[in-house]
């Protein structure tokens, strides 16, 4: 398979679009093939139905609200002069066929910046809110760096925001950033902060990412031609200051300080001993959740809930406590309010059940479209360790050779958990 050209523009550059001119396709109906094959057909026609209705609004609410994406939730690219279309790298499949994710990797990446949410993730969601009346600003951002810098940022937006109060909805990391940000000055307008699916003490998805056995960089790495996971583990995303902000603290995870190198196994790849110091003090500093959180929590999915070294491997232990990426111990934090759904991380905010009680809990501060509790978890829990792991999608995808659809499912479903993760029949024995 001969690769892309680096330089050249694909069908994914060609395509993207700001929010504000894919609202306006989308009411047109211009562009109609074009974003089906993105989107495909019934998407397309959910996304356009969405925004006719957002267009029919006439009057807005005074309050705003910020959307804030989690990680791996903004789009990355860098800028090309006109009339080209700028080079979306993330996400970008013909991009990563060529190698092209070292260019993420930090410090040496240059001339990328946001490119807005991806819209497959957050544009049903932002389409509701401006249907039920809401102003509602994306607060996309570089979800490599330290989390510090964007949440200054939102905080600077915060104080400069003219509306008479503001409600956050943050999604995954972006909780994080939500939390620190309304620490700072500016943001006491900051009437509520709802959170989905926040890995408030961290989440082993980060321990995943940065050991190469996490579903995305696996995944990803099927699409690489010119790397394995463990090569993007060491040379891209264990650069990342995020990641290592993201590792669970000793809340989550009693049995081991995850922020202590030493407590690492000494083969596969390492995190980084200068990120680890920074993210521990990030996490230290991080201010607890006030009255105004409201989380919303994803259960029944298979997720990782606790961590242990032994034989120089992580192994994981396997249960239905999650929504496939935060496990429950991280996504309720404190006192506040909570509520459950049973739904996988990345779709919380496309739900539709999610979205219409967002609608409610900034229009009544409660809903009951959710269960107040959460139900009982069935599945048993399994363990499974990094070895086991690294035998999952080893084989290289042909990207070339798959239909449309599946080039939508396999982007959408990154974060598809391994067949290890699946509760196991007990042994014949243990059924007697």
């Known amino acids: 398979m001969s690769l892309p050209a680096p330089d050249a523009p694909s069908i994914y550059d060609r395509l993207r679009r700001t929010d504000e001119e894919l609202f306006a396709l989308f009411i047109s109906g211009k562009a109609r093939r074009e974003l089906s094959a993105v989107f ?36 990355l690219g860098s800028t090309r002069a006109a009339p080209t279309p700028d080079d979306l790298l993330w996400l970008d499949p013909q991009d990563v066929i060529g190698g092209g994710l070292e260019r993420l990797r930090l410090p040496d990446s240059a001339g990328l910046r946001p490119l807005g ?27 490599r760096c330290d989390l510090g810098e964007p949440a200054r940022a939102l905080a600077a937006r915060l104080g400069e925001e003219s509306a008479p109060s ?8 972006g909780g994080l950033i939500a939390r620190r940000a309304m620490a700072l ?31 995305v960089v696996r995944r990803l790495a099927a699409l690489d031609r010119l790397h394995d996971a463990e090569a993007l583990a060491t040379r891209v995303f264990s650069t990342f200051p995020s990641i290592h902000q993201l590792l669970p603290t000793r809340s989550l995870s009693p049995s081991a300080d995850l922020f202590d190198g030493d407590q690492w196994p000494r083969s596969g790849p ?34 990782v809930v606790s961590i242990r070294l032994k034989d120089d491997d992580f192994h994981y232990e396997i249960s239905d406590e999650g929504d496939g990426t935060v496990p429950l111990a991280s996504a309720q934090p404190g006192e506040c309010d909570k509520y459950y759904v049973r739904c996988e991380h990345s779709e919380l905010p496309r739900s539709v059940s999610v979205a219409r009680a967002i609608i409610e809990l900034l229009r009544h501060g409660r809903t009951t479209r959710l269960a107040a509790q959460r139900g009982p978890a069935l599945g ?39 067949p290890h993760y699946a509760a196991r029949r007990a042994r014949k024995r243990q059924r007697h």
């Open 117 to 143: 949410a991806i819209p497959y993730s957050y544009l049903p969601l932002q389409l509701r809110l401006r249907a039920a009346g809401y102003r509602v600003i994306v607060h996309e951002y570089d979800w």
């Open 40 to 75: 495909g057909a019934a998407e397309y026609a959910l996304l356009a139905q969405l925004a006719r209705q957002a267009q029919r609004v006439k009057r807005q609410r005074a309050e705003a609200v910020y959307l804030l994406p989690g990680i791996m939730g903004t789009q």
């Open 185 to 215: 000055a500016g943001s006491e307008r900051v009437r509520c902060f709802i959170a989905l699916g926040v890995p408030h003490y961290g989440s082993f998805g980060a321990v995943q990412a940065i050991r190469g056995t996490y579903p």
């Open 166 to 173: 503001v409600a956050i909805i943050a999604h995954s990391m």
């Open 270 to 303: 390492q995190p980084i001993a200068e990120l680890l110091r920074g993210a521990r003090s990030f996490t230290d500093e991080l201010p607890a959740c006030d009255a105004r959180c409201i989380a919303i929590c994803g259960t029944h999915q298979r997720t």
């Open 380 to 418: 048993r829990h399994v363990t499974v360790c990094d070895l086991e792991l690294r035998s999952t999608w080893n084989e290289k995808i042909d990207w070339a050779a798959l239909s449309p659809a599946a080039h939508r499912s396999y982007l959408n479903r990154l974060n598809q958990p391994p």
